[in-house]
């Protein structure tokens, strides 16, 4: 419902804070309900901002106890959102301001600010986490030093900075160096073990590294730990960045709105991106341990030392951190399966995003609530948006672009024009035209048309952006298209050359050329666009067998699958010939990385098909890609029946567990093939590779494929009964029972597992693990029944005044009705009204909900 707390804040407002703050005393007394905050800011007049101004300070939920200016009492009192202090009672040189407040932890479910989980005292602060804890100018361009200490019988006390008490990091008096703003400060107090090692810096400092767990956990946090060593070295090796503490501590949370947070020196994690055993978390599970670990120790640079002007910039420090951490995965596993697996990512997520209601600018220039702005768009597509300015300025022009960034801006809260100034500065290219990725939200669709005459190949390329809510014109943008040629016998005759497309409509010619040659275009998917061209079945399996650059070989893969799908979906064709015959080639290629022999042999999912048949101008429906899609798989598996069981059987891994990348792909190829040979032998090799598995991978692998054929009851009973005091692996039993539910039982059996006693639904993993799975199940979701819809709608409605962070999330599951038939629509519209018209929805959902309705 559209109310005052829905009004929106805009990027052209912007004012700066007219006081800087020198210095942050903080005291927390803990107590469950009863917390006492005490805050001494030190505040200084700011020369940068006009004279005279009152200060507002922001506070949500806090009982204020005492308020003091230079030790004399105030007697304002605050109202829902803050406190105002007029300029009249406000000294023109610098002043104490005391403040003390109540706040209750324990009774705080948003896990959001100052919260209890598990019995231990922990914080989340961004985006405004921090006015929920004290009166303060809650805003990243007000950054500070900080001092912390605590009262409170837990054995471990944590904040930020480096310890000044005499317990080794483990007492309760913490003091900060380096100013920060408010969304960066943590806190922590529990009963913890630390699993430790250490990290000599590149200029011989030696920093002390804990991962804090609950007793009983030290033995699943060394995979962590050795992440974050590697990527403290990378950083110093790569982008020539050294940590800057004594200590630097992580700690696991097992209620957590989101993956992690990179508190300066106390990143806080949910606890499943910090445990890992072989037993108990998969390849993927490892992978994403590795990837966000670096993530969060990459902010200390870019997003800490370097922080945002204002929320608008939130891209300046999440693309960037983002472009880092997969540059850092592509260097530990393989750049080619990376690359594959960021652009499926992508396209699942943001272009999905970018296709629908909630699309929104990787720069927004408006928003309600900024935690709905965490989104693919800016940390994905923000990524890609680097990725193409290296592309377009070099390595070296990457490189010294970066050293100047880090030069000048140190110490700062900057914004995207600061970021572009680095580049126009140090490479001396315009980036006027650049900007517009950043401003303007949509995904491009290029369209290639080329001709061969006299020696002559010549590509006519064609950009439209199409409009997006609130932006109905947009202007051409400068596209980094990354083309090479093929001869007829799959050499390279023009290696990989950057075109820049920058007009609507531009050609571009290679000459001396002896034959016509096969394109292959937008190699290592070097921009974020919709790329068509009409081309032939025998064209993209040539380029699946020749080309050199891996991601464009995977892509003709799937671009021949996608095309043999939807002809099965709009036509009933049959399963061609090419496709399987291709599949094949590749799946048995030794020469190729098992992991890139698995990502060809997946198909397409369900929700990416839909997605196509939408942008083909189809209506697509769930019911026929489901069917369409199983038929394909069907044949595929006959196509592929006799080689199927060696095949599994080479891929073995036995002996000690090898969390690497090599294996990890070995593991995925089988369980490829697994998923195949379960269509021709009723389940038997999975039941005996399920029987066997020797880590999760192999053990929550083979049970998803016997979901997936409808059996499996037996081993989910099992598994319950072996994994039932492991929180974290029961999230991937309730996971796995609704994404693998037959589309009309789908509602049915999340309804049910929603009843079972460990569906604690106010834990954000459990929550997900049922509900997120249930919209990531296509054809589940969008039964005509409408159940699923009704479904979520009323979890949604259940879980907003608990915890509208994590309910907002989950509504995006709605964000693709304007796809499918009126029918659905309808449903879905219904479902969002239902939703609309409840009172007291959060600012989250509302906002989330509204712009839905909107489209
Ligand atoms: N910066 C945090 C995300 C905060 C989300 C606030 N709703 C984690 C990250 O991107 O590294
Ligand atoms: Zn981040």
Redesign the pocket.
């Known amino acids: 419902m559209s109310s005052p707390t829905q009004k929106a804040i805009l990027l052209a407002d912007y004012t700066p804070f007219p006081y800087l703050l020198d210095h942050v005393s903080l005291h927390f007394k803990l107590h469950p309900t009863q917390t006492r905050v005490t805050a001494k800011l030190l505040f200084v007049p700011n020369p940068a901002a006009p004279a005279g101004q009152d200060m507002r300070l922001d506070g949500e939920k806090l009982a204020l106890k005492s308020l003091s200016l230079n030790g004399k009492p105030l007697a304002h009192t605050p109202d829902e959102t803050g406190l105002t202090i007029p300029a009249a009672d406000l000294p023109k040189a610098p002043f104490t301001l005391e403040t003390e407040v109540e706040i209750s932890p324990q009774t705080n479910t948003s896990l959001d600010g100052l919260y209890m989980s598990g019995g231990m005292y922990c914080t989340?602060c961004?985006?405004q986490g921090f006015r929920k804890i004290t009166f303060y100018p809650d805003r990243p361009d007000v950054m500070a030093r900080f001092d912390v200490t605590m009262e409170t019988d837990m054995p471990v006390q944590l904040s930020n900075g480096n310890p000044t008490g005499p317990e080794n990091g483990r007492g309760g008096a913490w003091h900060d160096p380096w100013p920060k703003p408010a969304y960066l400060f943590a806190l922590v107090a529990g009963n913890l073990t630390a699993y430790s090692d250490h990290f000599t810096t590149m200029s011989g400092r030696r920093v002390a590294l804990n991962i804090y767990v609950r007793p009983g956990d030290e033995g699943k946090c060394a995979y962590a730990m050795d992440s974050l060593i590697r990527s403290m070295k990378w950083d110093e090796e790569v982008y020539g960045r050294e940590y800057d503490l004594d200590i630097f501590n992580i700690v696991a949370v097992d209620d957590f709105?989101?993956?992690?947070?990179?508190n300066k020196g106390l990143n806080i994690f949910n606890s499943k991106l910090v445990l890992a055993t072989p037993e108990s978390a998969t390849d993927d599970d490892y992978a994403r341990i590795e990837a966000v670990i670096a993530?969060?120790y990459f902010?200390n640079w870019t997003?800490n030392r370097i922080t945002c002007r204002d929320w608008f910039q939130l891209c300046l420090?999440?693309g960037l951190?983002v472009y880092r951490d997969q540059q850092f995965s592509g260097d530990m596993r393989s750049h080619a399966v990376k690359r594959i697996e960021d652009v499926l990512t992508l396209r699942a997520r943001q272009f999905r995003e970018d296709g629908g209601p909630l699309a929104h600018a990787v720069r927004p220039d408006s928003y309600v609530e900024i935690?709905n702005f965490?989104t693919a768009t800016i940390?994905e597509k923000g990524a890609e948006v680097i990725g193409m300015l290296k592309a377009l300025v070099g390595d070296a022009g990457y490189k010294s672009a970066l050293d100047l960034y880090f030069d000048r801006h140190d110490g700062d809260a900057a914004t995207i024009e600061d970021w572009l100034q680095v580049f126009a500065d140090a490479t001396g290219r315009d980036l006027t035209q650049f900007k517009h990725w950043y401003t303007q939200a949509g995904t491009p669709q290029v369209t290639i048309i080329d001709d061969f005459k006299n020696g002559t190949y010549t590509l006519h390329l064609e950009q439209k952006n199409p409009a997006t809510p609130g932006q109905p014109h947009k202007d051409p943008k400068v596209i980094p298209v990354a083309v090479g040629l093929l001869n007829p016998s799959g050499d390279e005759v023009v290696p990989t050359t950057v075109l820049e497309l920058t007009e609507s409509r531009q050609s571009f010619t290679f000459t001396g050329l002896a034959a016509r040659p096969t394109p292959s275009i937008l190699r290592g998917f070097s921009a974020p666009v919709i790329l068509t061209r009409e081309t032939t079945p025998t064209e993209r399996a040539f380029l699946l067998a020749h080309d050199t650059d891996p991601f464009n070989k995977w892509e003709a893969g799937r671009a021949l699958a996608k095309d043999v799908l939807i002809h099965k979906i709009t036509d009933g064709a049959a399963t061609a010939p090419d496709w399987l015959a291709a599949i094949e080639t590749v799946t048995f290629d030794e020469t190729l990385d098992p992991a890139f022999r698995a990502l060809t042999l997946r198909l397409p999912g369900e929700d990416d098909i839909a997605q196509t048949l939408h942008a083909a101008g189809h209506v697509p429906d769930p019911a026929a890609i489901h069917s369409a899609r199983r038929a394909m798989q069907a044949d595929l598996a006959q196509h592929l029946a006799p080689l199927l069981p060696a095949l599994i059987a080479s891929l073995a891994t036995p002996g000690p567990f090898d969390p690497g990348a090599v294996a990890a792909g070995r593991r995925a190829l089988r369980l490829g093939a697994l998923a195949l040979m379960a269509r021709l032998d009723g389940g038997a090799a999975a039941t005996a590779a399920y029987t066997s598995a020797n880590s999760m991978t192999e053990q929550m692998g083979a049970l998803a494929v016997l979901l997936d054929i409808g059996q499996g009851a037996a081993q989910i009973a099992a598994f319950r009964e072996q994994w039932q005091s492991d929180r974290l692996v029961m999230d991937k039993w309730f996971a796995l029972q609704v994404a693998y539910a037959a589309p009309d039982a789908a509602a049915a059996t999340t309804k049910a597992l929603t009843q079972d006693p460990d569906f604690d639904w106010k834990n954000p993993n459990r929550f997900r693990a049922v509900i997120a799975s249930l919209s990531g199940n296509h054809a589940g979701f969008h039964a005509a029944s409408g159940d699923s819809y009704r479904l979520l709608a009323d979890w949604l409605i259940k879980l907003d005044p608990v915890n509208p962070?994590t309910a907002a999330r989950m509504s995006t599951a709605f964000e693709t009705w304007p796809r499918y038939d009126a029918d659905r629509q309808a449903l879905i519209r219904a479902q969002l009204e239902r939703i609309n018209a409840t009172a007291g929805l959060s600012r989250n959902l509302g906002e989330m909900v509204g712009r839905m309705l909107a489209a």
Not at 257 to 262: F, L, Y
């Open positions: 989340q961004e985006a709105n989101m993956g992690a947070m990179e993530h969060e902010h997003g420090k999440e951190t935690n965490y940390y962070q």
